[in-house]
């Protein structure tokens, strides 16, 4: 099983739409999750941190799911300019700054 | 402006001309990471730094070579490259964790294309 698992997609959406992806992790000590957006051939760049209590930000809504070990992202409202690829992280809990990044979630949105 | 600067963005080299992609940081961040990333593989760490002096291997090391005599700096040297080695680069940092335990997630640069022929 890896690490960090995500749907590879892509998710080709309508505008407006709500999308939601998950993203499942193996050790069960992990303890500070986020997701980065990247665009094409892009540097990645940190959307949220992802909190026990889940955290909104706009239309951006993220949920830890700690039992399941799953962490969620929900778009609402999506936008064309939300096309991108989503990476799930999980950092390493063995006292090291190390972190493990999913494949990413392709997300097209389409006009 | 806060940021991680990359140099070279694109370099292209022959097998086993030595080579270091650099990488600088205005933020004061204690760690630094390099990464590469390939198709269907995503990203894979190949160093870590936890602050000056102090660094550490990440899942791929295997013919790279890094060094943290500055806060600032965190060089990726590549003494042998060859041509699996050619990938996408990034350089990030990040700051301390605080006392909960949480952590802040990385600043990337924008990237170095490296091709080896």
């Known amino acids: 099983r890896k690490e960090v698992e995500q749907d590879p997609g892509p998710f080709n959406v309508p505008e407006g739409a709500t999308v939601a992806f998950n993203c499942t992790y193996s050790n069960s000590a992990s303890q500070s999750f986020f997701w980065y957006r990247q665009d094409c051939r892009k540097e990645p760049k940190l959307l949220m941190s992802?909190?026990?209590s889940g955290n909104e930000d706009g239309r951006f809504t993220a949920q830890l799911n700690r039992a399941s070990q799953y962490i969620s992202l929900l778009i609402r409202d999506s936008k064309l300019s939300d096309s991108a690829t989503y990476l799930c992280?999980?950092?390493?809990?063995?006292?090291?700054?190390?972190?493990?990044f999913g494949t990413g979630t392709r997300l097209k949105v389409l006009a | 402006e806060a940021q991680v600067t990359q140099n070279p963005r694109y370099l292209i080299t022959v097998t086993g001309k030595k080579l270091t992609v650099t990488c600088s940081q205005n933020m004061n961040h204690e760690y630094m990471s390099w990464y590469r990333q390939d198709p269907g593989l995503g990203l894979r760490q190949i160093y870590y730094s936890m602050n000056v002096e102090v660094t550490d291997k990440g899942d791929v090391p295997e013919g790279y070579k890094v060094s943290r005599k500055e806060k600032r700096n965190f060089p990726l040297i590549l003494e042998s490259p060859s041509p699996n080695q050619t990938s996408l680069y990034f350089c990030?940092?990040?700051?301390?964790?605080?006392?909960?335990?949480?952590?802040?997630?990385?600043?990337f640069g924008s990237g170095t294309r490296l091709t080896v022929v």
């Open positions: 992280v999980v950092n390493e809990p063995s006292g090291t700054y190390k972190y493990i």
């Open positions: 990030a940092s990040s700051r301390q964790g605080n006392l909960l335990g949480a952590n802040y997630g990385y600043t």
């Open positions: 992802v909190y026990s």
